[in-house]
């Protein structure tokens, strides 16, 4: 039995909270490293998939990966959210960062080489190590003491050229380690410029080397400033057609469009769009550490269901090899029916089609290997892994369910993040339901003498109107009877059932608000509560 599933239900007590983020850390480990790594190992897992995960792997801050064409704004955005330079930074029109930089929270600024950078046991780059120095020489750790950094780390990747020269020219399977980060990281942000909307082969490559990881991927189209509304309509309908010919999902991906740098905007008609859309990206960026935890249990469970079908995989075609003669046209057999051998362990152990590694990639990588010293199936190491599935998940799924209540909301903070979080410059600020806050004057009083010539024709007796009087002037907007009982209950301030000329200006303000486009308040703001009912509420 596992130590974390002695941890009791309910809410921790004060001090026991950091005490859950450790035990919930430590099942994870645990559970990797008694019950599916035994497998990994044993079917070779780490040879055709993943290398091994170690510690720092469930230790480390949420990651964001950022992948673009050159010059498409991908440093430039880690330096808009950072609102600092960081080592290793270069920007430019032409193709300048050339290597990956792992930004991240470090008391004193520095940069740290790629090959000192995977014998770092606190980091969790030790697994990058088998790329090469081709690679390990285009790798670094840039190390700087900013707020946004204590929640997540950031990674920069070079710029996507098109041509064969620059994939060669590498020197390492850039795929390779992009899938290795995909693993890895919370968030893959995918950066288009509004001008360079080709998706050139390589990007087409690494876009399909996060197979399985569509729901990290996020689209910026950038420099959308550069271009006014109607050529704007016309970029997004040629990304979407660019991106659903290399991206095969039915969900259409979510696209944030704006222009992510701190400078003056080229083309202003569309500066409500683009502040409403950096607000949503801010949003899901501030999220991760909140989500870090679960995002982690799900890619082991994602891992595990592939390790559970290549044990499948391997352990079949070890069963189909003949004893003694005729082994490699039986091996050459087995490579080239491999979509059928798929087929049969789908029936045979009701596998998900989806579960399955990509038929293409496992016939290259099985042409290397002697299949008569693969191992049998071992069921023990199945049923450890299944049981781990079943039970084991579901009791680390509660221990996540109480770090989330214990602890405070964990957000991101510092840089751009905290740039538009209070004063009037805070999203929706002087807008909607929100106008007129701080002002002396009641702001429906500015359009109330045209809601008291509607207000007096309906008839009033004793200076009020009936809850059926309004509902015909109300119905005149179209708004669905859910949103006007919603504005009723609103307007309705002392609770008789009938509004004075005061709660029916209410009212039609509230429904014009609605007519904008803005959405209703739960509760009614102090600043819009009628002049003659604020002392009783």
Known sequence: MFSWLGVQGGRPRNGEAEDVVQTVTGGLKELYAKKLLPLEEHYRFHEFHSPALEGADFENKPMVLLVGQYSTGKTTFIRYLLEQDFPGMRIGPEPTTDSFIAVMYGDTEGSTPG???????????????????????????????????????????????????????????????????????????????????????????????????????????????????????????????????????????????????????????????????????????????????????????????????????????????????????????????????????????????????????????????????FHSLKPKLIESVDNMLSSKVASLMNLITQEERSMPTQMVHGGAFDGTTAGPFDHGYGEGAKEGAGEEEWIVARDKPAYDEIFYTLSPINGRISGASAKKEMLTSKLPNSVLGKIWKLADCDCDGMLDEEEFALAKHLIKIKLEGYELPSILPPHLVPPSHRKSL
């Open 115 to 373: 090959n000192a950078l995977v014998v770092d046991s606190k980091k969790p780059f030790r697994k990058l190590s088998r790329f090469g120095n081709a690679f390990l020489n285009r790798f670094m750790c840039a190390q700087l003491p900013n707020q946004v950094l204590k929640s997540i780390s950031i990674i920069d990747s070079p710029g996507i050229l098109s041509g064969e020269k620059q994939r060669i020219s590498r020197g390492y399977d850039f795929c390779q380690v992009l899938q290795w980060f995909a693993e890895r990281v919370d968030r893959i942000i995918l950066l288009f410029d509004a001008h360079k909307l080709d998706i050139s082969d390589e990007f087409s490559e690494a876009i399909k080397s996060f197979r399985g990881q569509d729901d990290k991927i996020r689209v910026v189209l950038n420099k959308a400033d550069q271009v006014d509304t109607q050529q704007l309509m016309r970029v997004y309908g040629a990304l979407m057609w660019s991106l659903g010919k290399v991206i095969n999902t039915p969900e259409v991906l979510r696209v944030y469009i704006g222009s992510f740098w701190a400078q003056p905007l080229q083309n202003t008609e569309n500066r409500k769009l683009f502040e409403v859309e950096a607000q949503d990206l801010f949003r899901d960026i501030q999220g991760l550490p909140q989500k870090a935890t679960v995002r982690k249990l799900n890619d082991l469970i994602k891992r595990s269901r592939l390790a559970k079908v290549h044990a499948y995989i391997i352990s079949h075609l070890k069963k189909e090899m003949p004893a003694v003669f005729g082994k490699e046209s039986k091996k050459r057999e087995l490579i080239n029916s491999l979509p059928e051998i798929y087929r049969q362990l789908q029936r045979e152990h009701q596998i998900s089609p989806g579960d399955f590694p990509e038929v293409k990639k496992m016939q290259e990588q099985l042409e290397a290997y002697d299949f008569t010293k």
